[in-house]
């Protein structure tokens, strides 16, 4: 299927040369005098080579047709990520170079979007937004809560994400997967 390249978006298959390739980055760029352009770094699925185009935003681009379905993660083990097909029960298992940072938001039950192409799991695409513990931050400087400071924390999952003055160790936070950003407490 023929799409305008301006329309790509991070986790897209596209089909170049007979090759897929998954799409990791897409940014549209307009100058003020020339053609607005789109940049796209993409991952080949066959070997994990990462290449960069760059495409007029009304070129065509041919989008591979992939199976996108939801799977709840199951466990990891020595031959990658497992994940099982909530209707029917088919377990799928990832490669870990397809999985890639996201293995840290990763626990069991998670649900997940996953790209099959030939039975082959080439995309992963985690919830936008999950639940984290902090576990260790500075303390509170008192007078710094109006600010619009941030101030490093590490989490229970090991990532390291910034959050406002007021959040302390054992705050349940929401932050933001693509980004790493602080969103909101939890309400939980």
């Known amino acids: ?6 329309s790509l978006r991070k986790g897209n298959v596209v089909e170049l040369d007979g090759k897929l390739y998954v799409v990791l980055t897409a940014q549209n760029f307009h100058p003020g005098k020339g053609t607005p352009v789109t940049q796209v770094d993409m991952r080949r699925i066959s070997d994990g080579v990462k290449v960069s185009e760059r495409w ?10 992939v199976d996108e379905r939801e799977y709840d ?11 099982m097909e909530p209707e029917t029960y088919e377990q799928v298992t990832v490669s870990p170079d397809v999985v890639g940072d996201g293995k840290a938001f990763l626990k ?15 995309a992963i695409e985690l919830p936008q937004k999950v639940a984290v513990a ?7 400087v008192k007078g710094q809560t109006a600010s ?22 054992g705050t349940r936070i929401i932050i933001n997967t693509e980004d790493l950003s602080y969103v909101e ?4």
């Open 1 to 6: 299927m023929k799409v305008i390249a301006s």
């Open 185 to 188: 407490r939890a309400k939980d």
């Open 73 to 83: 993660y199951l466990y990891e083990d020595g031959e990658g990520f497992h994940f």
């Open 108 to 122: 069991e039950g998670t649900r997940v979007y996953l790209q099959v192409h030939n039975g082959v799991a080439i």
């Open 148 to 169: 619009s400071s941030y101030k490093p924390a590490m989490t229970d999952i090991g990532l390291r994400v910034m959050v406002p003055p007021h959040v302390g160790a």
């Open 134 to 140: 902090i576990t260790e931050t500075e303390p509170v």
């Open 56 to 65: 007029r935003t009304t070129e065509q681009v041919e989008r591979a047709h």
